[in-house]
């Protein structure tokens, strides 16, 4: 039995400076369908059961059955003729026809209809004529003034309005088998066709086209490719795959750009559909300043899970923002790949392999985004984690052991420095029973790194560090009076720390062990209020908790708690650290109060400020959280929809003096049928790497008409541009095209500014290529 199938959705979609240009480079092209996402795999019997040809239609007739109604019938024995008049509905195997007349030969089997003819297939496609003689199972024949609405089997992918409607036109078509349909002067389109509006966005003309069903193809000869009428290209031939097709080999839309980087850039993709559950995308990259580079992408769908590997490779000098060379040639790499697969119903593993041979690869060839999650955890922005991995989870338990190594790609990365994980252990159990009135839950944790080179100085070795935690939480609520909350908690957690290669003054190894009990109560009094179409909500929040003050250990290297921020969203948590490294201990005060209001209408806003207090300073947090002090930073939260698709948001924290601004975030996120977009901005005073930072970034489309908008997309990072894309985008039923401007600033190695135009294409019904990008000058984040 085989393996499930493996689809990939997508619209034909293509960067590309002339189409026409594209095309002209072979006389013959064939587009293949696009790959789709896969779908789950089917238990054996459904595979089998799904294996089986799909019944045909019942219409309601014994085998071999003709059935012939119409508001007149003329029955001419002598001439071996049933003719019918007005309203005409024959069926015969599966097929429906319609017409205003038919004469049907009792003796020949031969069916000739007249006036507005339409033939439902078995298979749900339509087709029109004005006249046509057929065979008794009406799928043989010729036909003038001939039209077909094809089975539709995506739907469109970034374009306006709904499904995809294919239609064959032609002055008149014949059937010479079951299979094949031969059309004359034809004209094939996905785009809406009408008496107001005889001219499509786009359609192909051709004199002849041959509809091969068993071959899965629509064959184009002496094609005309036209935009709103207008010719604009002419080939010998052409092919697609047949719209109803899920996937098919053949070739994608090639990507066609001119950067600063690579000049003049043709990027060819073939998809080679090698089973239902494996293909590959071979695709080589011609430039006009650099060698060629090959980009791969093999996929393959088994029955216990699936296996995706992007990778790519050439052999040339490293070479700046202007394609000037330097140095020697030499092998230049990559490898993305990833898998997951099912061990039993609650037993998973997976892996991800991650590697570059140079920290500009994915700039300099514009690599579609290479920094995406792929497995269990993620890295930062441009850095790649190879891991491998196993869980378990159930209704009360989770359970997880990985291996890490991550390779940094940052001007600023020493990947010596960087650990390496083996394992990271992570185990959590809630019991779905109640444990003393309330919730307890039980966490384990985990793990073992192992450094070269210290980060602080690579000079020095780094230390080795082993870390095992346990943690058990318990936790219940009480309801008093009108709404007066109490949620009472004690947490324990112990930790143990072996570490080796100690920096002096420090003994070269230790054991380092540390128990931290806490425990508390939270409080809260939500009041409501409802008045007319408002409801109101005002609810005060204060938490106390009790537990020891304990110093950090100067040995215990700070490994997962860097990126430590105050926010509303650890404000009434017990431990703010958001790793295990850092602790924070002590007794503390956390108060605040939540303000809501939600109108019948869609309306709806809200707001959050509070802040934490503690019995004693805390030097081993970091001071630029605004937490060390007894007295911690104001946070403040705030967002607001005043209708459907418009929200405001952000969030503040002040200093505790004098209430000048340590961190702001605060954008608006816009969804409408004319806009879709989103403007952020953020300010620290001190980042994790102690320096001010002020980011800006805004993105999104806004069309000013039905059919025409602009796009736009900024990244504004201390005080540099660091990215401006500017389009302007034509989208309607069947095609959307954006001609786009991109320019990079960043100062990255010896890549410096550059800049780039392309042209984003996607029509609907074609296959769809999977390295665009919108202009070579980067990778995408």
């Given at each position: 039995m085989g393996a499930p199938e493996l689809t990939r959705v997508g619209a034909f979609s293509v960067r590309t400076v002339a189409l026409a240009g594209a095309i002209a480079l072979a006389p013959a092209i064939a587009a293949a369908s696009p790959r789709e996402e896969p779908l789950p795999p089917l238990p054996s019997y459904k595979a089998a059961a799904a294996a089986q040809p799909k019944p045909q239609p019942d219409d309601g007739l014994q085998d071999g059955a003709f059935y012939l109604e119409a508001d007149q019938l003329v029955d001419d024995?002598?001439?071996?003729?049933?003719?019918?008049?007005?309203?005409?509905?024959?069926?015969?195997?599966?097929?429906?026809?319609?017409?205003?007349?038919?004469?049907?030969?009792?003796?020949?089997?031969?069916?000739?209809?007249?006036?507005?003819?339409?033939?439902?297939?078995?298979?749900?496609?339509?087709?029109?004529?004005?006249?046509?003689?057929?065979?008794?199972?009406?799928?043989?024949?010729?036909?003038?003034?001939?039209?077909?609405?094809?089975?539709?089997?995506?739907?469109?992918?970034?374009?306006?309005?709904?499904?995809?409607?294919?239609?064959?036109?032609?002055?008149?078509?014949?059937?010479?088998?079951?299979?094949?349909?031969?059309?004359?002067?034809?004209?094939?389109?996905?785009?809406?066709?009408?008496?107001?509006?005889?001219?499509?966005?786009?359609?192909?003309?051709?004199?002849?086209?041959?509809?091969?069903?068993?071959?899965?193809?629509?064959?184009?000869?002496?094609?005309?490719?036209?935009?709103?009428?207008?010719?604009?290209?002419?080939?010998?031939?052409?092919?697609?795959?047949?719209?109803?097709?899920?996937?098919?080999?053949?070739?994608?839309?090639?990507?066609?750009?001119?950067?600063?980087?690579?000049?003049?850039?043709?990027?060819?993709?073939?998809?080679q559909v090698i089973s239902p559950s494996e293909d590959l995308i071979i695709s080589p990259q011609i430039n006009t300043k650099v060698n060629p580079f090959l980009n791969v992408d093999w996929r393959e769908r088994f029955w216990s899970g699936a296996v995706d590997v992007r990778a790519g490779y050439t052999y040339e000098e490293d070479f700046n923002s202007e394609g000037d060379k330097l140095g020697n040639p030499t092998s230049r790499s990559y490898i993305l790949a990833k898998g997951l697969f099912a061990i039993t119903d609650n037993w998973d593993w997976g892996f991800t392999a991650e590697r570059a041979s140079d920290p500009l690869i994915f700039d300099r060839y514009g690599i579609a985004d290479p920094f995406q999650e792929r497995g269990l955890y993620s890295a930062d922005d441009r850095r790649l984690i190879s891991q491998l991995f196993t869980t378990y989870q159930d209704t009360s338990s989770y359970f997880s052991v990985s291996t890490i190594d991550v390779q940094g790609l940052r001007s600023t990365d020493i990947n010596s420095t960087f650990p390496s994980v083996a394992p990271l252990i992570e185990a959590h159990y809630e019991p779905n029973i109640d444990i003393l009135g309330g919730r307890l839950r039980i966490d384990g944790s985990g793990v073992a790194l192992f450094r070269n080179e210290a980060p602080a100085d690579p000079t020095m070795p780094g230390v080795d560090s082993q870390r095992g935690t346990m943690e058990a939480n318990w936790q219940t609520t009480y309801i008093f009076g009108p709404g007066l909350r109490l949620d009472p908690f004690v947490d324990v957690r112990s930790d143990i720390y072996a570490l080796q290669k100690l920096p002096t003054p420090f003994s070269p190894s230790a054991t380092v062990a540390r128990t931290l009990p806490t425990a508390g109560v939270t409080l809260s009094w939500p009041f409501v209020k409802r008045d007319d179409s408002l409801t109101y909500v005002i609810e005060p929040i204060a938490q106390v908790v009790v537990a020891p003050f304990l110093r950090q250990d100067p040995r215990i290297p700070?490994?997962?708690?860097?990126?430590?921020?105050?926010?509303?969203?650890?404000?009434?948590?017990?431990?703010?650290?958001?790793?295990?490294?850092?602790?924070?201990?002590?007794?503390?005060?956390?108060?605040?109060?939540?303000?809501?209001?939600?109108?019948?209408?869609?309306?709806?806003?809200?707001?959050l400020i509070g802040r934490s207090f503690r019995a004693e300073e805390d030097p081993d947090l970091p001071a630029r959280t605004g937490l060390a002090t007894t007295s911690s930073d104001w946070i403040m939260a705030a967002s607001a929809s005043p209708f459907t698709g418009v929200n405001f948001f952000t969030r503040w924290r002040l200093d505790s003096g004098d209430f000048s601004i340590n961190q702001m975030e605060t954008g608006v996120d816009l969804t409408t049928?004319?806009?879709?977009?989103?403007?952020?901005?953020?300010?620290?005073?001190?980042?994790?790497?102690?320096?001010?930072?002020?980011?800006?970034?805004?993105?999104?489309?806004?069309?000013?008409?039905?059919?025409?908008?602009?796009?736009?997309?900024?990244?504004?990072?201390?005080?540099?541009?660091?990215?401006?894309?500017?389009?302007?985008?034509?989208?309607?039923?069947?095609?959307?095209?954006?001609?786009?401007?991109?320019?990079?600033?960043?100062?990255?190695?010896?890549?410096?500014?550059?800049?780039?135009?392309?042209?984003?294409?996607?029509?609907?019904?074609?296959?769809?290529?999977?390295?665009?990008?919108?202009?070579?000058?980067?990778?995408?984040?």
């Open positions: 024995e002598p001439h071996h003729t049933v003719s019918a008049q007005g309203g005409v509905e024959a069926r015969y195997g599966g097929r429906v026809l319609r017409a205003d007349s038919i004469v049907y030969d009792t003796v020949t089997g031969l069916v000739t209809a007249r006036g507005a003819i339409t033939i439902i297939n078995p298979d749900g496609s339509s087709e029109h004529a004005e006249s046509a003689v057929l065979d008794k199972a009406m799928s043989i024949g010729v036909a003038t003034a001939f039209s077909t609405r094809l089975r539709e089997n995506m739907r469109q992918n970034g374009l306006a309005g709904g499904p995809v409607n294919i239609t064959l036109a032609a002055a008149n078509a014949e059937h010479p088998s079951p299979t094949i349909t031969q059309l004359n002067n034809a004209v094939f389109t996905a785009c809406p066709v009408c008496a107001d509006k005889p001219n499509p966005t786009w359609s192909i003309q051709a004199k002849e086209v041959i509809e091969d069903k068993q071959r899965e193809l629509i064959i184009f000869k002496g094609a005309t490719i036209r935009i709103k009428g207008l010719p604009v290209f002419y080939t010998p031939a052409i092919w697609e795959a047949d719209p109803a097709v899920k996937r098919k080999s053949g070739l994608l839309i090639p990507d066609v750009n001119i950067s600063s980087l690579r000049g003049f850039s043709y990027e060819q993709p073939y998809l700070n490994e997962d708690s860097v990126d430590f921020a105050f926010d509303e969203t650890n404000l009434f948590q017990i431990d703010k650290s958001p790793g295990f490294d850092i602790l924070d201990s002590g007794q503390r005060l956390n108060v605040g109060a939540r303000f809501s209001v939600e109108g019948d209408s869609g309306f709806a806003a809200s707001a049928s004319r806009f879709d977009g989103q403007i952020r901005y953020l300010y620290e005073a001190q980042n994790p790497d102690g320096l001010r930072e002020r980011d800006l970034d805004f993105h999104g489309e806004a069309f000013v008409t039905k059919h025409w908008g602009v796009s736009a997309y900024g990244a504004f990072e201390s005080g540099v541009w660091r990215q401006n894309d500017f389009g302007i985008v034509y989208r309607d039923e069947c095609i959307r095209v954006e001609i786009l401007y991109r320019r990079n600033n960043t100062n990255n190695g010896v890549l410096g500014p550059s800049q780039g135009v392309g042209i984003r294409l996607s029509l609907a019904t074609f296959g769809n290529s999977v390295y665009s990008a919108p202009a070579d000058t980067g990778p995408t984040r």
